[in-house]
């Protein structure tokens, strides 16, 4: 079997609250909000959709996301240009946003920035060099 796909259409993350959610991509990180139907919103990022859905009756209150579970461990988005990575941490840290600031990668040498959304989702800005991508 073949898998034949032409690219990402979106991704789907479940979140612990729609409105902070919207909120934290829309207002904090300035995407921008495609859709909003009563079970979730879309909003693109860097040209990629991302759809949230709230977090329905089945799932526990107590439930959080974990990336050393089986599953999503983290979203990396590419640049071109390492030199913006510390003006979004001073964005990141001036809209107190968790992040971990900028980073180098120690076997590819390349900067990156990751921070988390408010349920914990790690999110990556990477600056890819000319060599192939991780």
Request: glycine fraction near 8%; aromatic fraction near 8%; proline fraction near 3%.
């Amino acid at each position: 079997m073949k898998l034949n796909a032409n690219g990402l259409s979106h991704l789907g993350l479940r979140v612990t609250n729609l409105a902070r959610a919207k909120h934290f991509y829309v207002d904090t990180l300035g995407c921008q909000l495609m859709r909003e139907t009563d079970g979730g919103v879309l909003v693109n990022v860097s040209g990629m959709l991302v759809a949230l859905y709230e977090t329905d009756s089945d799932s526990s209150s107590y439930d959080r996301f974990n990336p050393f579970r089986v599953g999503l461990d983290h979203l990396a988005l590419a640049v071109e240009n390492p030199s913006i990575l510390e003006d979004l941490k001073r964005d990141l840290d001036t809209a107190g946003v968790r992040n971990n600031g900028v980073e180098e990668d120690p076997e590819t040498h390349d900067k990156y920035i990751s921070f988390y959304d408010p349920d914990g989702i790690a999110w990556e800005l990477y600056s890819i060099s000319t060599r192939s991508e991780v």
